[in-house]
């Protein structure tokens, strides 16, 4: 009797074959995983492939001459960026320090700065904008600069104030070098407008579209009517500075009057002996505030001898 055998199924394996099987898949398919990726970061590396931007290395400038650092940076595919620096201890034109470091990875065609040393014959121009006209000197002086050529030109800005600069801050400048400076001159001068005889209103709002500033003070006028302008200080025509104060007198009307009582003038009698010894002489004075008038008065009494010589 021949036997019959049967091709068991999935479901017929032993139980204890399962994991095995499972692990030999897994560690086939890693290796496949590890040989692929390495397959392809070749690739990239020599060019085959274009994975992202370029890498390229940064190299050491630190210590070498400006334009042999350039050189050495365009290179390596770089663009070179510099700056200067006052420094007294690194010879002029070398290069002091660098970002980024040497050694660090950048995308090709990025920028590397430099610092160049200018040594210690130059000097750092210092903001003077807004500095008064009495501290340039001793601003300047402190960086080993002097003063030169100084202009003025109208502004709102006060007078003697620092408007701009040649050289502008942060350039550098040899040593006794001049920076030259525009200053104010002030704002500018407008006439005073003549509001005399305006109502006090539009006497204010004259003064505000002139670019004053108006202040008020009550007086009398006999001319003037109440509440009207009798005249400004400074005054019409006047030039002053736009912004200042503007005094602007408005009146009060006519001046109250006073009239003085009426009084007596005063009366002086005064007696004293004749010339002659033979009689007295009477004077009596009247005064008033606006007309003096004297009255004099003389009696003589007739002697022995008169009486004989009329006989």
């Given at each position: 009797m021949a036997e019959t055998r049967t091709n068991p199924g999935?479901?017929?394996?032993?139980?204890?074959?399962?994991?095995?099987?499972?692990?030999?898949a897994l560690i086939v398919v890693g290796a496949?995983?590890?040989?692929?990726?390495?397959?392809?970061?070749?690739?990239?590396?020599?060019?085959?492939?274009?994975?992202?931007?370029?890498?390229?290395?940064?190299?050491?400038?630190?210590?070498?001459?400006?334009?042999?650092?350039?050189?050495?940076?365009?290179?390596?595919?770089?663009?070179?960026?510099?700056?200067?620096?006052?420094?007294?201890?690194v010879p002029p034109g070398e290069v002091v320090s660098q970002r980024p470091l040497a050694g660090e990875r950048v995308d090709a065609g990025s920028s590397v700065?430099?610092?160049?040393?200018?040594?210690?014959?130059?000097?750092?121009?210092?903001?003077?904008?807004?500095?008064?006209?009495?501290?340039?000197?001793?601003?300047?002086?402190?960086?080993?600069?002097?003063?030169?050529e100084v202009t003025y030109e109208e502004s709102d800005a006060a007078a003697d104030e620092v408007l701009r600069q040649d050289p502008v801050a942060g350039e550098l400048l040899e040593i006794g070098g001049a920076v030259n400076v525009v200053l104010s001159s002030g704002p500018p001068l407008v006439p005073v407008p003549d509001v005399r005889g305006e109502e006090e209103?539009?006497?204010?709002?004259?003064?505000r579209d002139a670019g004053f500033t108006?202040?008020?003070?009550?007086?009398?006028?006999?001319?003037?009517?109440?509440?009207?302008?009798?005249?400004?200080?400074?005054?019409?025509?006047?030039?002053?500075?736009?912004g200042s104060v503007v005094v602007v007198f408005i009146s009060e009307g006519r001046p109250p009057t006073t009239r003085p009582p009426a009084t007596q003038p005063p009366t002086t009698t005064t007696t004293q002996p004749d010339d002659d010894g033979g009689g007295t002489t009477t004077s009596t004075t009247s005064t008033t505030t606006t007309t003096t008038t004297t009255t004099t008065t003389t009696t003589t009494e007739a002697n022995g001898n008169n009486n004989g010589n009329n006989n």
């Open positions: 999935r479901g017929d394996l032993p139980l204890g074959t399962r994991p095995f099987t499972f692990l030999v496949f995983a590890l040989v692929s990726g390495t397959w392809l970061a070749n690739l990239v590396g020599a060019g085959m492939i274009q994975g992202g931007p370029d890498l390229t290395d940064v190299p050491e400038v630190v210590g070498s001459q400006e334009q042999e650092a350039i050189a050495a940076i365009e290179e390596a595919g770089l663009t070179a960026e510099v700056v200067t620096a006052v420094n007294v201890n700065e430099i610092m160049v040393s200018v040594g210690d014959e130059w000097a750092r121009v210092p903001d003077l904008r807004g500095s008064p006209n009495q501290e340039l000197y001793l601003l300047l002086a402190a960086y080993g600069l002097i003063l030169g209103a539009d006497a204010i709002r004259a003064l108006p202040q008020v003070r009550e007086g009398f006028s006999e001319w003037i009517g109440r509440g009207q302008a009798i005249a400004t200080q400074p005054g019409a025509g006047e030039e002053a500075e736009r």
